[in-house]
């Protein structure tokens, strides 16, 4: 650290250098992150300081907090569902997990635990296996990218601890068949996690409904991200629990704090992404989001009909604002899409493809400029495979 403090135009230098480094989202077509709404910033600002590891000094944002739980719970179907704001859909599988493992042990103490998993399940439960010292079973995908439920029941044995099912999968945006996964989970009698981190913005504004919240029986936790399709500032993450006992399986002591206990996984936890989230639900609404996943739809629709006019089909058709193309050399093409062009994008692993996804920081015109650059980067791609 330098020994005096810098002057603030320095300061101010040295932040513009490292910003310009940064990538502005107008070329990028990899991220589930998006420009948060500038209700949500401005929200964000004027609650910096507060810090809902101690909720008793900092009441306002604690109600605040308690409203977004109601109004999200009320969203997905389940008005008294309990929860808080985690920092995104990492944290929130890992603690939906750990309130499986930690009321199973109740049941059946010292044994090998399980979970089962969608293949397509992001890679957080696999931080999760390692933190939680739990095997992840991971059931394989039809070819439609969903899983079969006969395939995760026979997955399931005594030291199974609970379900997970995806709504929007993170490559192909896909959702599995949560309805059959639900009657799964009740007839075992196990908890059913659903992964909504980028769907649950996305599917309750659909013209078309898929059933993959609290409206099942047999869900009990569901993660949804506000930072992600929510255009909340990072970070933002909630999860919420159908009941109480299975937050209440989360609880430490809190001795010397205004609150005896937490539930949460962090101590410290931003007040500003809980301001900046209640902010733009409450700014939003129903209507407000209907018209954002619309958008993104029609952008979805577009890109699907430009990608067609040049011989290029979808993996699957897409079920919500992701687009995976079927390339020749999808890696290759997204070096040369970036080094070339400056576009961001990324690959699916299975199968291999270009993946897009279509967020609100997009527009069709700017889709038309990448569509144009991709028909360039597959000519070179193909003349240098022929030479
Ligand atoms: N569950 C699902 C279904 C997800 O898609 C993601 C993240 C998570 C959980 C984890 O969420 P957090 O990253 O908030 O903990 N999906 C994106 C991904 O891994 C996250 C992302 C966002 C990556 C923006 C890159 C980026 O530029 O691809």
Known sequence: MNEIGLHEEEILSLLNDAKIKDFTYDRVLSS??????RIAVKAHMQFIESNMGDFGLFRGTHGM??????MTGDMLHCSSAEGYLTTGGTESNIQALRS????HERKHPGCRLNVVVPRSAHFSFDKVSD?????????PLESDLKISVEAMQSLIDENTVGL?????STEFGQVDPIGKISELALEHDLPLHVDAAFGGFVLPFLPEKHMFDFSLQGVTSIAIDPHKMGLSTIPSGILLFREFKHLNCLKAHAPYLTVDSQYTMTGTRSGAAVA??????????KKGYTGIVSKCMEMTRHLVKKAAEIGIEPVIDPVMNVVVLQVPEPAMVRATLSSEYNW????????KALRLVIMPHMSCEMIDMFMSDLVKVLDSTSKAKSE
Do not use: Q, W, Y
């Open 276 to 285: 900046a989230t209640f902010a733009v639900m409450k700014f939003l609404g």
């Open 164 to 168: 997970v099912a995806v709504a929007g």
């Open 65 to 70: 907090e308690e409203e977004v739980i109601r």
């Open 32 to 37: 589930m992150c998006t420009t948060p709404h």
């Open 100 to 103: 499986m493992r930690n009321l």
């Open 344 to 351: 961001h994008v990324s690959i699916t692993r299975d199968p």
């Open 131 to 139: 933190i939680l010292d739990i095997e992840v079973r991971k059931v």
